[in-house]
Nanobody, 121 residues
Framework: QVQVVESGGGLVQPGGSLRLSCAAS????????MAWYRQAPGKQRELVAN????????YADSMKGRFTISRDNAKNTTVYLQMHSLKPEDTAVYYC??????????????WGQGTLVTDSS
């Protein structure tokens, strides 16, 4: 069974920084993309950033310049989200997502349980 587990959420002051981690594990043949999404209270889930297997990245406009997605090159199954200059509106549950294939070459998607980032003001 494949799973992704997020960590690193917590309470942060406005203007502060936080780094989230996401580790995928299980019977994975290849990961094609990993992404961070977030869902604020009363709002729909939205894409924060993603990173493709070749290393290219994409960001939501409101996160550009403040958030950075990266991958552990030694472990292609681990990604990070470095967040700077956090704002109250960044308060949300942050979810990790992986798009991968298993050993049967079936394309699948898996979501983590989420990690909460909360503004302390």
């Amino acid at each position: 069974q494949v799973q992704v587990v997020e960590s690193g959420g917590g309470l942060v002051q406005p203007g502060g920084s936080l780094r989230l981690s996401c580790a995928a594990s299980g019977k994975i043949f290849r990961i094609y993309a990993m992404a961070w999404y977030r869902q604020a209270p009363g709002k729909q889930r939205e894409l924060v950033a993603n990173i493709l297997s070749g290393g290219s990245t994409n960001y939501a406009d409101s996160m550009k310049g403040r958030f950075t997605i990266s991958r552990d090159n030694a472990k292609n199954t681990t990604v990070y989200l470095q967040m700077h200059s956090l704002k109250p509106e960044d308060t949300a549950v942050y979810y990790c997502n992986a798009y991968y294939s298993d050993y049967d070459r079936t394309y699948l998607e898996v979501w983590g349980q989420g990690t909460l980032v909360t503004d302390s003001s």
